[in-house]
């Protein structure tokens, strides 16, 4: 029977240091690519990081990247609807958007703005690595309030076939499958797939007597092959699409679809590792009135992405590893582009974005030190140079402290340069310390960050329309996450303290300044069990450059439970309940979220 990995992957995060080099970790050590570019022990990260496996995923029974990312310290999240509309994730007070978004290393940030988190499908996941704090000076534009990489193709992932249906509430069905085959060859297959589809509920508030629904598909496929003892080839290609249903005076309709081909060549040496990585996108998105249809979309926008990576990690020694890699990156908004029914003003345009860093990673007796700098050349705004620095210094086995530093940007998207051409690019420092301890009883994290940006850009509540804006913020808060076990339970428990404001003393909108989680797993016999607690406090509901006291969104409890039974060991149904006690509450003002709502789940595997 499979047992939760949740309590494993925060132990390993207050564990200390273990050997420079990843391939000599154990085999069974939580493993991240994030941080640093590479593979390596998650023992091994200064920055604050958080790993969430594919057991974990399949026994909180999440449905969408938005339910996994909500469990993970400092990430709050805003959604106007249900499944399949629009949400944010905010990171230690940041914007959506100030988050670097990648599927295996490769982002899917777009100019065009915006990342769907929740169209993301759940099925192909093997981990989700959360990496919080600057990493611009390593991975450029976008990275202001850290990375989320989404990893679809793990390189130790089992040979097995797993089949998965499901229903729920709102007439929620779904059905998901992968099957990873060793080949003779050597070489590793993989094939996946799954579709999803709701009626949805009425979201507005008021109610408008309307069920909002959404559909999805999705296919994943990738092939790697040892090409020498050193040399691994691999290919993949990802597609999905998704059609969400939402209110704008009147039923309209949200078309996405995302066709992702990537293809990586890895050597791995006794001193050397090195990846080159091409992937090339095409991303299309389409709003709809229920009487225009889809062919006359009054916005369409078609994005061609084109992603070349070069990286290496030099091992000098077993205390000194030197990187050094390059990313270059376009993107052409298409030439026929539509906004709200007249042709957008950035049409045809194309941006070109080349990056190189160099990085180093030193260790003497408990202190271990890391340190990358990075220059970008923007066509449109120059260059940026950002740069990090971060330590660790253990105290005793148990104990260490750590600190980091760091700067980032972020450009602006299409869609914020459409509305208001004069937005200059974001431009943040990052600053962070912390304590990790493992005591008889319990493990304890505690960091405190203290971030400025300039030229934050916010779109503002207007009338009629939404407007973006420059201004600068400072973000500061503390975040406590400790570990304990009551037997064959495992607890986790976050607190979260934010302070936010802008350089005019206004809160930043649908960020609490309080946040708790409780996430509890066990394991009994052919039983698990999973609770999540979370209590966001009191929060604006819109930005907006004038004070409205009825702009507020009121603290919220919500309990979300789990329960599988393992029937044979290859056969496990499961069921989950989320809102338990029927919460009315809101994530984003004028739209209602989802009151209780019930699933069920047959896997078996094979």
Known sequence: MNKSLLAVAVASLLSPISNLHAQEASADETMVVTANRFEQPLNDVIASTTVISRQEIEETQSKTLVDVLKRVPGVEVSQSGGRGHSASVFMRGYNSDQVLFLIDGVRINSAAGGISFNHIPVGIIERVEVIRGAGGALYGSDAIAGVINVVTASGDAKEATIVSVGVGSDSQKEANFSTTKKLDNGSTLKLAGGFEETDGYDIKDPLTGLNYGYESQNLFASYSLPITESLTGSASVR???????????????????????????????????????????????????????????????????????????????DSLAIGAGADWRKEKLNDDALSYGSPDALAGESRNTTGVYI?????????????????????????????????????????????????SFKAPSYSDLTTNPDLKPEEANNREIGYTGEFDLFKLDVTAYDNDVDNLIIWFEGSPWWYPLNVDAELKGLEITGTFNTGFINHTLIAEFKDHKDSAGNKLAKRADENYKWLMDASYEDFDVNLTYTYTGDRLGNPKETTDPNNVLPSVSLW??????????ELVVRGRIDNLTNEEYQTTLGYNAPERRYFANLTYQF
């Open 560 to 569: 979300d439970v789990s329960v599988g039974y393992w029937i044979s060991p």
């Open 359 to 407: 990085s180093s990673d030193f260790r003497v007796s408990s202190l271990h030190l890391t340190g990358s700098i990075r220059n970008d050349k923007h066509d449109t705004y120059d260059n940026h140079t950002t740069w990090s620095v971060g330590g660790r210094y253990h105290l005793t086995e148990s104990h260490s402290l750590r600190a980091a530093a760091g700067t």
């Open 239 to 317: 597609w999905y699409d998704s059609l969400a249903e939402y209110d704008s005076g009147g039923k309209n309709y949200g078309y996405s679809e995302n066709l992702s081909l990537t293809a990586e060549l890895e050597y791995q040496g006794k001193s050397l590792n090195s990846t080159f990585r091409a992937n090339q996108q095409s991303i299309e998105n389409l709003d709809y009135s229920q009487a225009d249809g889809k062919d006359n979309a009054g916005t369409k926008k078609k994005i061609d992405l084109t992603n070349l990576q070069f990286l290496n990690q030099y091992y000098v020694s």
